[in-house]
């Protein structure tokens, strides 16, 4: 795969992210875009509320300790990022938000602080769910950011890419790529300059280099399968009625 082919190509089919939902599950999970004042958080809720999520942007631990599941959304650059979100003591609660099993989607850069940390602007510490460190894109005869649209080749299949063509077409802005220590996270890869992690999934931790909300019916079928996989994980978690109880006389 060429970076100019992927660069030129985009998805056209509908690929209907609301069939991503489980028959019969739970109504609307609520999923939170955790505001930190960077990333496109109106447009990521905007997106999520496409696909059949109650979706709301928020920086309030209560509110984020509620939520079905939970976006990390990002745009700029790491260190500034992590140093707001300490500041605001949103890394310990996405530390354990995770550790409780809630579901935890990164997206952009917001993928990238799900790792442990990061080169950029001298070096800075991430969030550490995800083992590894974040790196410059090595792209010698290339522009960076890499700007456009990529095709991601999925290495298997999990319910967070379900539906999607292999390859699928996401639309990436970015100058860092995540360097897994674990390569069996990485779900999806592309290529621009060197192949590099598109989608990664460990347990209940989820990410996309991609924008999601920028890559039209394939972006929207990824949001619309983690609208899922939460929708599911609330299901999990609702107690079931014992079978042979009738209606009360």
């Not at 599941?69 to 530390?95: K, N, Y």
């Not at 938000?97 to 579901?103: E, M, N, S």
């Amino acid at each position: 795969m060429s970076a100019q082919r992927a660069a030129s190509s985009r998805p056209t089919a509908d690929t209907g992210p609301r069939a991503a939902r489980q028959d019969g599950g739970a109504d609307m999970p609520s999923i939170a875009v955790v505001d930190y004042g960077m990333g496109n958080r109106r447009s990521v809720e905007k997106a999520l509320e496409r696909v059949g999520a109650s979706a709301f942007v928020s920086r309030d631990h209560a509110e984020l300790r509620a939520a079905d599941g939970l976006l990390l959304p990002g745009v700029g650059a790491f260190p500034a990022a992590m140093a707001t979100i300490r500041e605001l003591g949103l890394d310990e609660l996405l530390r354990e938000r995770a550790a409780a099993g809630t579901p935890l989607f990164g997206s952009c850069m917001g993928m990238q602080l799900l790792f442990e940390r990061s080169e950029e602007h001298g070096g800075a510490e991430g969030l550490g769910l995800l083992r590894g460190e974040v790196r410059t894109l090595r792209a010698p005869d290339l522009k960076l950011p890499h700007i456009g649209w990529s095709e991601v080749q999925w290495r298997w299949r999990t319910a967070l890419n379900e539906g999607l063509p292999d390859p699928a077409f996401l639309y990436h802005v970015h100058s860092f790529i995540a360097y897994p220590a674990d390569p069996e996270v990485v779900l999806g890869t592309a290529e621009y300059g060197e192949i590099f992690p598109a989608v990664v999934e460990q347990a209940n931790i989820y990410g996309a280099q991609s924008h999601p909300e920028k890559s039209s019916t394939h972006g929207l079928r990824l949001l619309g399968n983690f609208v899922g996989i939460c929708a599911a994980a609330v299901d999990a978690r609702m107690p079931t009625q014992p079978s042979g109880l009738g209606a009360p006389s």
